[in-house]
């Protein structure tokens, strides 16, 4: 598969060539928030892979940028998912810290997703664990939370931080970290204990080159990974916590989670924002 007309840019010519809406309505932005195209080797022989999958349940074609498959031509522009439609695909320029892809609105709505990773090496036991491909609605704009993250020996957890506008430049994050109490069985009950915070810069993929003269094209988001939650805050004895996050630079479109996954049986949990 190949392309080499990138995604905003040649979605805005193409969007502005057929006439589909207007300047008002830009395309919506979609992100795949970990996608490899090669195994990733893991812990006890783990070998980690992603899929993606994507289908057009409408009556019209849908188009959808950003991503891989064979047009034939020397520069590509969108992919036009015909009606009824399902194919396995990956982000155009990979997306191992996040991809983004871009949808005509006018269509946007008949667009599905599938994403999982999965073990290959228990692949004859295990399906995988889904992952949400995101819209830009479900980004946060002010503090959130990811409850019920364990930190029980046994299990690593990474902690995944996504910016929606991948420009470059300086942003941060703060991230709080609360124990939470399994007594609490009551609304009214004492409010979870802190036990410290930490502010994360977020960093930046450079942006590609323009396919036109004043026109930049963001393929990845702003990110940030935390591998360690004891670097955020003293744990102590904690069994379980929630991380409250919230923007410290003005005007960020957050969205994040965690993975949570057995030391033994590299079984895969994802802590995501309700």
Partial sequence: MSRTVRPLAALMLAIAAAGAYGEDRPPQRVLVPVYTADPIPGVNGASWTTDLWISNSGSANATVDGILWDCFLEQCGPASVEPGVTFHTGPEAGGLHGALLYLDPTTSGTVGFSLRFRDLSRQSSTWGTGLPVVREDAFRTSIFSLVDVPVTEGFRQTLRIYELDGTEREASVRVRVFRMDEAHTQPYDDP??????SVIPLHF????????????TLLHPGYAEVTDLASLAPLGDAE????EIEPVTAG???WAFVTVIHNESQHATVVTPQ
């Fill in 205 to 216: 993929a450079a942006p590609t080159p323009p396919v036109t003269p004043g026109e930049a």
């Fill in 192 to 197: 979870d204990s802190s036990l410290g915070e």
């Fill in 240 to 243: 379980r916590v929630r991380l």
């Fill in 252 to 254: 960020l479109k957050l």
